[in-house]
C-alpha cells in the first residue's frame, strides 16, 4: 500500500509522478492511468514517437508544478523583501 503522503501527492499530479534517483528516473502512475495509456495506444508508436509522448508529458508535469509553486507562493515574504528596497518617486 502506497504511503498516505505518495498518494495524496498522486492525486494532486493527475495520477502520474517522475521521481529521480541518482541519474535514474522512474514513472509512477495510477493503474487507471497506466490503462488509459495502453487504450490511447502507445504499443503502436515508434520509439521516436514514444520518447516524444513521454517528453511531452514531462514536460507538461513540469509546467504544472510551476504554475502550483506560484499558486503557493508566500506573499508575505515578497512584501518583506520589497520593505527593505529604497523607492525613488518622483515629486510633482
Avoid: C, H, P
Amino acid at each position: 500500500m502506497l504511503d498516505k503522503k505518495l498518494k495524496e501527492a498522486l492525486d494532486l499530479l493527475g495520477g502520474k509522478a517522475v521521481i529521480k534517483d541518482q541519474e535514474q528516473y522512474y514513472v509512477i502512475l495510477s493503474l487507471s492511468e497506466f490503462k488509459k495509456i495502453k487504450k490511447e495506444g502507445i504499443e503502436g508508436l515508434t520509439k521516436q514517437e514514444l520518447v516524444d509522448k513521454i517528453n511531452n508529458d514531462i514536460a507538461s508535469w513540469k509546467v504544472i508544478q510551476e504554475e502550483e509553486k506560484i499558486e503557493d507562493m508566500d506573499l508575505s515574504e515578497i512584501s518583506e523583501t520589497k520593505s527593505e528596497e529604497i523607492r525613488y518617486e518622483k515629486a510633482d
